[in-house]
């Protein structure tokens, strides 16, 4: 059974950095994909970055592309979103999500990972909360 685990979310105040992490377990090969998504109240869940963890392959989405970093370890089966330059408008809650994505999908390429239906598996999510 496949377990995302959130963990790193808080409150900060505007302009400042939050790192979240995403403990997978589970999955049965590396032929992967784990993204993170957020959703603020009365918003839909926005795709903010995906990593494939065989090639660390990333995507972003243009609400924070300069100021989120996506990495991964292999060892940890952990994957990391750091943020920057955070503000207000960053405040959600995060999901990690998880997915077996073939490294020849086209929708994920298209999508730049950010379409929600790419993936089976999902945190619980964390809550960020970016003070002015």
């Known amino acids: 059974e496949v377990q995302l685990v959130e963990s790193g979310g808080g409150l900060v105040q505007a302009g400042g950095s939050l790192r979240l992490s995403c403990a997978a377990s589970g999955f049965t090969d590396d032929d992967y994909v784990i993204a993170w998504f957020r959703q603020a109240p009365g918003k839909e869940r926005e795709g903010v970055s995906s990593?494939?963890?065989?090639?660390?392959?990333?995507y972003y989405g243009g609400s924070v592309k300069g100021r989120f970093t996506i990495s991964r370890d292999n060892v940890k089966n952990t994957v990391y979103l750091q943020m920057d330059s955070l503000s207000p408008e960053d405040t959600a809650v995060y999901y990690c999500?998880?997915?077996?994505?073939?490294?020849?999908?086209?929708?994920?390429?298209?999508?730049?990972?950010?379409?929600?239906?790419?993936?089976?598996?999902w945190g619980q999510g964390t809550q960020v909360t970016v003070s002015s």
């Open positions: 990593i494939r963890k065989t090639d660390g392959k990333t």
């Open positions: 999500a998880g997915g077996k994505i073939s490294p020849t999908s086209s929708w994920y390429d298209r999508t730049r990972g950010a379409h929600p239906g790419l993936y089976e598996y």
